[in-house]
C-alpha cells in the first residue's frame, strides 16, 4: 500500500483523472439524450452530474485531508469529507425525486416518442466502455492508496456503470415496441438512486454520530495486547472523520521499566497499529502494573 506524500499524489491523480472521465461522461449522455428524447438516457447523465460531484469532493477531501491540526481544528480537517458526503446526499435525493416525477408524468400522460438514432447508440455503447474502465481503475487506485474517497468514488461510479445497463434495457425494451420500456427504465435508476442515498445517509450518519467502526476495538486490543511488554490495554475509544479514524486507550505497562523503555513501548504501538490502519491516529496513556517491585510481573 503506498503511503505518506506518495499515496497522497497518486490519490489527487486518479482523483482528477476521475473527474475528466466523469465530465466526458456527462457531456456525452445529454448529447445522446437530445439526440433520442429518452428520459432514462437523461436521468443517467443526471447521475452522472452527481458522480462528477463526487469526484470533486473526492478530490477536495484528499487534498485537504492531509492538512495538520490547527487552533480552530484540533482534530484537523477529515469531517470535511462527512459535510461533502452530506452535499452529495442532496444532491442524490433531490435528483431521485426529480426523475420519478418525470418518469411518473410521461407515464400518466402519454408516453413521448424516443427516437433511436445510430449516434445515440454509439454514444451510450462509449459511455458503458467508460464507466467499466473508470471502475475498475478506481478500484485499483483505492486498495494500492488505502484511499476511503476514491473507494467511494468507485462504488458510486459502479452505480453509474448500472444504471447505464438499464438504460440500455430500456432502448431494447423500445426497439422491441414497448415505448414506456423507457420511462420504466427512469425508475429503475430512481431505485439506484434511493439504495445508494440510504447507504450513503448511514456512513454519514455513523460519522457525524462518532459511531465506532464495527470489530475494530477487538481488533485494536488484539493487536496491542501482543506488543512486547503490554500486559492489559483496556478503555478504548474510537471514532471515524471521514477517512481519518482516532484512537485512544490505557495500557498497562510492567512498572519497572523506565520511562524511557515505556516511551519506546508506546512508540511501538503506534507502529504496529499503523501498519495495519494507516489513517488512525493513536493517543495512549500508560498506567504502571504492580506499583511495588515485588508484585509486579517478571519481564
Known sequence: MLTGAHSVGYRLRAARISIAAAAIMVVGKLAAGFLTNSLAIFSDAGHSSVDMLAAIISFIAIRNAGKPPDPDHHYGHAKF?????????????GLGIAIVDNALARLAGGTQE???????????AASFSVDVWRTVSLNVAARRSG????AASATHFLADLLTTVVVIVGIVATALGFPRGDSFAALGIAAVLAYLSIRLGRRIFSSLSDRAPAGLASEVETI???????IEVHDIRI?????????EMHVYLDARLSLEAAHDVLDNIERVLQARFPTLHIVTHPEPWGADVSEAPPT
Not at 469529507?81 to 435525493?93: P, R, T
Not at 424516443?114 to 451510450?124: A, C, F, P, Y
Not at 496491542?224 to 503490554?230: G, K, L
Open 147 to 150: 484511499s476511503e474517497a476514491l
Open 81 to 93: 469529507e462527512s459535510l461533502g458526503a452530506l452535499i452529495e446526499l442532496v444532491f442524490l435525493v
Open 239 to 247: 471514532r471515524q472523520a471521514g477517512s481519518q479514524m482516532f484512537a
Open 114 to 124: 424516443i427516437q433511436l438514432n445510430v449516434i445515440g447508440i454509439l454514444l451510450i
Open 224 to 230: 496491542v495486547s501482543s506488543v512486547e511488554h503490554v
